[in-house]
């Protein structure tokens, strides 16, 4: 016997409970079925004084701490669904600013 396809509609909960962070840097990975991409942000260093003072004590950083606020793995087809998404969200507001 067939199986019927049924459809139930998805509501999210809690959306408005989860908080909203800020990421200015990305990475994509990806293996043979999964890509991760992974959301982080950072804070340009701190420094003052004249530039040339300012670019040593930058130079004497050991590194930049970055902070990973998201990772998020899926299958192909999802990129691929999140790809179209993004791309429409982004026309969409490009035209908005237009005007």
Do not use: C
Not at 48 to 54: L, M, R, S, V
């Amino acid at each position: 016997m067939p199986q019927e396809e049924m459809q139930i509609p998805l509501f999210m909960v809690g959306a408005e409970d989860v908080p909203i962070v800020f990421s200015n840097l990305m990475v994509a990975q990806h293996e043979q079925q999964e890509f991760i991409l992974t959301f982080a942000q950072y804070t340009p260093p701190f420094a003052f004084g004249p530039p040339d003072e300012a670019r040593e004590q930058i130079q004497r950083m050991p590194y930049l701490p970055v902070k990973v606020v998201a990772r998020i793995g899926m299958t192909p087809q999802r990129l691929r669904e999140l790809i179209g998404v993004l791309q429409e969200n982004y026309n969409r507001w490009e035209e908005k600013q237009r005007g």
